[in-house]
């Protein structure tokens, strides 16, 4: 299997930002694209390239539909926490990729998973998902992500960040973080879909090194120009603004990791992974200073003067 010749990948997941990051890249190295949307076509972020199906996760029809005459497949679940749902979603994804004879289906799982088990239905359900995926017997790579750099470019952040130069984020100060960004994710899935060899194994990606919070706002400081001092933020007032935006649900399963990760049980779970992932993947994850200078964060600016 060669990087070079074009790939028919079914993206589930690629209205997200996670799955368009992915879908991107793909279409950008000239692989064809298919995706599945609940969203009107008004509602579509702009992914060049990528063929949209309307159709759900849920009805296996849709599912056979998407993977229809594709050779390979990226899936990132949606933001759905319940047990069933995502069982069923992930038991509709393998029919499909078993019955389209898919060559490789890359399972993004979202976040690390603990080894043991958890209650948080973060870990869980994606654990679920994998065993299904797995047990199903389609040619399966899962790729686990630590925390995304891209979650620091956004309304929350950026205003504090630009104007006071502080980096508020729900996770320990002291919490060693490989900080990745959508594109290094989408960097690691077009390896893992198109590397030999990789059947069956499990890579917790991250950036090119882990950071304390001290040595993230550093690496801000450095990317921005400016001093950054990083603050710890309580994962139960970043679940409260998270509701308004996403409804109590889905909030509280986004930060049921940062419960976790604020109860100090395993505190390197976002950590590095010894280098495995970087070498067999190939990865070359650029310094996060570098990532900060690259993003037009004078969005975030209340200051609307002209600048000289």
């Not at 890249?25 to 063929?51: K, Y």
Request: charged share 25%.
């Amino acid at each position: 299997m060669s990087s070079e010749i074009p790939m028919r990948v079914a993206v589930v997941g690629a209205s997200g930002f996670q799955g368009g990051a992915v879908a991107r890249l793909l279409a950008e190295r000239r692989h064809r694209v298919r995706t599945l949307t609940r969203r009107p076509s008004a509602d579509r972020p702009p992914l060049p390239g990528a063929f949209f199906l309307s159709g759900d996760l849920g009805r296996p029809a849709d599912v056979r539909q998407l993977f229809e005459d594709t050779t390979h497949a990226f899936v990132t679940m949606p933001l759905v926490y319940e047990t069933e749902r995502v069982e069923a979603y992930a038991r509709n994804v393998a029919e499909a990729a078993l019955e389209a004879g898919t060559e490789r289906v890359v399972f993004n799982s979202n976040t690390r998973i603990p080894l043991g088990p958890t209650d948080v239905p973060a870990f869980e359900t994606r654990r679920l998902a994998e065993r299904v995926l797995r047990d199903s017997g389609v040619p399966l790579v899962v790729i686990r992500p630590p925390v995304y750099l891209d979650n620091l470019f956004s309304p929350w952040n950026g205003p504090a960040l630009v104007d006071e130069g502080v980096l508020a984020y729900p996770l320990p100060a002291s919490a060693r973080t490989a900080w990745l960004s959508h594109r290094g994710l989408a960097e690691a899935a077009h390896a893992a879909l198109t590397r030999e060899g990789l059947e069956g194994r499990t890579f917790d990606i991250g950036g090119e090194r882990s950071l304390t919070g001290g040595e993230l706002a550093a690496a801000f400081g450095r990317g921005l120009g400016r001093a950054v001092r990083y603050e710890e933020l309580d994962p139960a007032a970043f679940e409260r603004g998270l509701a308004q935006l996403l409804g109590p649900e889905t909030a509280a399963g986004v930060a049921g990791i940062y419960h976790f990760m604020a109860s100090g049980a395993d505190p390197l779970l976002m950590a590095d992974d010894d280098g495995v992932s970087t070498e067999v993947l190939a990865l070359e994850p650029p310094p996060v200073e570098e990532w900060v200078a690259r993003q037009p964060w004078q969005v975030w600016s209340s200051d609307t003067s002209p600048s000289h």
